[in-house]
């Protein structure tokens, strides 16, 4: 209940001096949106440009092979060898 008592008289304080000083007030805002407007174009830009840095990244590593053909034959061989070695445990 103090919470809202206290909400309200802020708000009727709040809305009262906005009249009062109301071309103070346009006068920060005056001021103050075009710095948001600057400060947030900067961000956008900044976020776009890693955004775009990481695109590239990306577009370079998918060209690249994983692996050789040799390493390839090398693994199926182990992976052979390690069959039969399972096959030979189990039989024996």
Known sequence: ????????AAA????I????????FLTLLAGA???MLL??????IYLGFDELK???KKD?????PVGSEDDVDKYKQEI??????IENLKSA
């Open 12 to 15: 009727v304080l709040g809305l």
């Open 60 to 64: 370079d590593s998918i060209g690249s």
């Open 39 to 44: 400060l947030g174009g900067g961000l956008a």
């Open 17 to 24: 001096g906005l009249v009062v000083w109301w071309s103070p």
């Open 80 to 85: 052979d060898d390690l069959k039969q070695e």
């Open 54 to 56: 990481d695109s590239w």
């Open 1 to 8: 209940m103090k919470t809202l008592v206290g909400g309200a």
């Open 33 to 35: 949106i075009p710095l």
